[in-house]
């Protein structure tokens, strides 16, 4: 089955350290996406990218990172320049610009905890 | 840039009717999805709406109005499993990018 994979799900890192959080699609999918999930908010966006070696910022892109080397996979590097790390990171991907109504696909999430 | 409300929670029994509001005033509009969360788990897509009017799917209905920014999802004959967080998204000029309100908690009561 297609799909997409988040890895770990659980993570722990001591402030100040970089980590980088692991998400791989087989779904064939065009563009990739990065959402940050905090209680009482809503999904915001870090980073998107529509084709390979390509990618643009989202709204809260500082102290973030990525890359986008393989079609398949769209690793998120949090940075010690994020003031406030800890929270909920949702990968998701969809079809390309001309499946007008594809919905996002997404992964199970990684929780990060920054003590 | 995007602004999305909906309601922060709430209750209902089970076997009952429930309506989750939306507004956004947006740039742009190219479409609105609707995404089912259950706690510590990823959104999984319900329905898409980009012209006015209802889409039925089942126990589940979603209605748009462009000129009033205005969407709803109607959850029918609610059950237990349908206690999660709905989540308002707006796809606005720029199609790669969507948009989340901050979601609605639905909890359904015996």
């Known amino acids: 089955d297609g799909g997409i994979t988040q890895s770990p799900k659980y993570l722990f890192r001591k402030e100040g350290q970089n980590v980088t959080l692991s998400c791989e699609q087989n779904?064939?999918?065009?563009?990739m996406y990065w959402y940050r999930q905090d209680p009482g908010q809503g999904l915001r966006l870090i980073y998107y990218?529509?084709?390979?070696?390509?990618?643009q910022k989202g709204d809260i892109a500082e102290g973030y990172s990525v890359s986008r080397e393989k079609k398949e996979s769209f690793p998120l590097t949090v940075t010690s320049a994020q003031k406030n790390p800890t929270a909920f990171y949702l990968c998701a991907s969809r079809r390309g610009r001309e499946s007008y109504n594809s919905p996002l696909h997404f992964g199970n999430g990684t929780r990060l905890t920054v003590t | 840039g995007q602004n999305i409300d909906q309601p922060t929670e709430m209750t209902a029994t089970e076997g009952a009717i429930v309506q989750i509001n939306c507004t956004y005033q947006t740039s742009g509009f190219n479409g609105l999805f609707w995404y089912q969360q259950h706690a510590g788990e990823a959104p999984t897509f319900l329905s898409y709406n980009v012209l006015d009017g209802l889409e039925e799917k089942g126990r589940f209905s979603s209605f748009l109005s462009r000129s009033k920014g205005y969407s709803y999802l109607l959850l029918k004959e609610l059950q237990m499993k349908d206690s999660a967080s709905y989540l308002c998204a707006v796809r606005d000029q720029d199609d790669y990018k969507l948009s989340f309100g901050a979601g609605t908690t639905v909890t359904v009561r015996a």
């Open positions: 990218s529509q084709i390979v070696n390509d990618f």
């Open positions: 779904l064939n999918h065009d563009a």
